[in-house]
T-cell receptor, first 116, second 109 residues
Framework: GAVVSQHPSWVICKSGTSVKIECRSL??????MFWYRQFPKQSLMLMAT?????????EQGVEKDKFLINHASLTLSTLTVTSAHPEDSSFYIC????????????FGPGTRLTVT | GQNIDQPTEMTATEGAIVQINCTYQ??????LFWYQQHAGEAPTFLSY??LDGLEEKGRFSSFLSRSKGYSYLLLKELQMKDSASYLC??????????WGAGTKLIIKP
């Protein structure tokens, strides 16, 4: 159980375009979802935390108008990278936490974004 | 501030034992996690410690000392597939995970 999927697994887009990444909890209800970014050879950087039905809480230094997060249902959260630039190229990973406990986060497989 | 320290890289031999240390200073403590991450993949959960002591799970064990702000991950009977980054993360008083930079473990035959 506790499977989280992400789509797409990789995407290449042109500078200035927008890209949407979906994160789904397949067999549980995710009351909280987290979006991370990871640059090569670096650890995970939390971008934002979203609770179902409410606005996401962004970490310091993350532009909320550039990285739009929607958590419209208990099984789906989306991250939209707007007006993408080459420096946005990174590995984006979502994780989800159910209502049953505060402790476990289940990670999606990640999405590799390359902006050309 | 909040800080998690772990070695950047370690090398070990197949079949041997390796211990990866993690020290932390955080605002509150609701448990310490170890994750394994292979290159290009998302992290996978290895262990969770919230009480002092050793938790053993097969070839992997994790130890916690809350008074010392210290944990280690012990890997026994190393296999080539254990080559990966090992991430230490502490859940703070807001139930947020604070991540270490990860330890890249290289296994040599």
């Amino acid at each position: 159980g506790a499977v989280v999927s992400q789509h797409p697994s990789w995407v290449i887009c042109k500078s200035g375009t927008s890209v949407k990444i979906e994160c789904r909890s397949l067999d549980f209800q995710a009351t909280t979802m987290f979006w991370y970014r990871q640059f090569p050879k670096q650890s995970l950087m939390l971008m934002a935390t979203s609770n179902e039905g409410s606005k996401a809480t962004y970490e310091q230094g993350v532009e909320k108008d550039k990285f739009l997060i929607n958590h419209a249902s208990l099984t789906l959260s989306t991250l939209t990278v707007t007006s993408a630039h080459p420096e946005d190229s990174s590995f984006y990973i979502c994780s989800a936490r159910g209502a049953g406990g505060f402790y476990e986060q289940y990670f999606g497989p990640g999405t590799r974004l390359t902006v050309t | 501030g909040q800080n998690i320290d772990q070695p950047t890289e370690m090398t070990a031999t197949e079949g041997a034992i390796v211990q990866i240390n993690c020290t932390y200073q955080t605002s509150g403590f609701n448990g310490l996690f170890w994750y394994q991450q292979h290159a290009g993949e998302a992290p996978t959960f290895l262990s969770y410690n919230v009480l002092d002591g050793l938790e053993e799970k097969g070839r992997f064990s994790s130890f916690l000392s809350r008074s010392k702000g210290y944990s280690y991950l012990l890997l026994k009977e190393l296999q080539m597939k254990d080559s990966a980054s090992y991430l230490c993360a502490v859940m703070d008083s807001n139930y947020q995970l604070i991540w270490g930079a990860g330890t890249k473990l290289i296994i040599k035959p």
